[in-house]
């Protein structure tokens, strides 16, 4: 839920930020059941076992090489086609912000 400061709350007294653009501003602050408020808040549904290889995978990547990876890596990590992520997420973006991930610039939010 949304407080007044525009932050999700994914466990009482963890609180955590959000940019005015949506984007989580402290990676670490991400949980699973924040990911499950995001993608409700984003209209995504339930989230799926799909959903998640997406996300846990796009976050691995995060943290390894520091960005956002190609969407023909996590194709091909996840064994998940283009077209099926589409349907899971509607776009990069939506991707990005229920794996709580900070914004990634706007060159990135470009291809979004």
């Known amino acids: 839920m949304r407080t007044a400061q525009g932050s999700l709350t994914p466990t009482p007294g963890i609180p955590a930020a959000f940019d005015e653009d949506g984007f989580l501003m402290d990676a670490s602050a991400w949980t699973e059941s924040l990911a499950v408020q995001v993608a409700e808040l984003d209209g995504l549904g339930p989230l799926t076992d799909s959903h998640w290889k997406v996300i846990h995978h796009v976050r691995e ?52």
């Open 61 to 112: 990547r995060f943290f390894r090489v520091g960005g956002l990876p190609a969407m023909r890596l996590v194709c091909r990590a996840t064994g998940l086609a283009k077209e099926d992520i589409k349907d899971l997420f509607g776009g990069c973006r939506a991707i990005w912000r229920v794996a709580g991930l900070p914004d990634p610039g706007e060159e990135a939010k470009a291809y979004f």
